[in-house]
Structures are given as structure tokens and as C-alpha cells.
């Protein structure tokens, strides 16, 4: 299944920390390129950092859901959860993009 492929992605964890901190909630499946073997791209990015942000107003990362959708233990979406937090604490607030794209 597509989506299980897209879950196990190598750099997904870190593409959802990076959508977290830009405020993305943009992705649809026509935003997501796959190339049929590995590799995925991340396109149209349109509506990141969408004003005004609040606390009260949560992103829906589609990434995220995705890969929780597919993570069906408990511990295994807690630890995700955990390195995503780390993730976002680890971005520079002077440097808007990660080395993955």
C-alpha cells in the first residue's frame, strides 16, 4: 500500500517536523510526487505560514496522520511524537529550510 511506503520514508519524520514549524497544512495527495521506486517530493507549499497562527488553531499535518494512521502500537506513536518534538526544537529560528529537499 502507497501509504505504508510513504510512512516508512526515510526523511518523513523529519519532513513532518519541518511542516510543524512552517505551519503546513497544505498537503493533499496532489502535493505528494512519488517516483514508483523510494523517493518522494513535497511540492506547493502555498499556504505555509498562513496568518494569523494561534495555539487554538492546530495544523492538520497529513504527514503526521499518515504515519500514526500506519504506526498501529501505541509506544511506536509515542516515540514518534517524541522525535518530532525534537526535531522542531533542533530548527534554527534564522534557518527556514532542512537539509532533505
Not at 516508512?8 to 512519488?34: S, Y
Not at 513535497?42 to 494569523?52: A, C, G, K, S, V
Not at 499518515?66 to 530548527?91: S, Y
Amino acid at each position: 500500500m502507497l501509504l505504508n511506503i510513504l510512512s516508512d520514508w526515510p526523511d518523513i519524520n523529519r519532513a513532518i517536523g519541518f511542516d510543524e514549524w512552517i505551519a503546513n497544512g497544505d498537503w493533499h495527495i496532489g502535493n505528494i510526487l512519488f517516483d514508483g521506486a523510494n523517493q518522494f517530493y513535497l511540492i506547493d507549499h502555498n499556504l505555509d505560514m498562513r496568518q494569523p497562527l494561534s495555539p487554538d488553531t492546530p495544523i492538520n499535518n497529513y504527514l503526521l496522520n499518515i504515519k500514526l494512521f500506519c504506526t498501529p502500537d501505541e509506544i511506536g506513536r509515542q516515540r514518534i511524537k517524541n522525535q518530532l518534538a525534537a526535531i522542531v526544537n533542533d530548527i534554527s529560528p534564522d534557518k527556514a529550510t532542512l537539509d532533505i529537499f
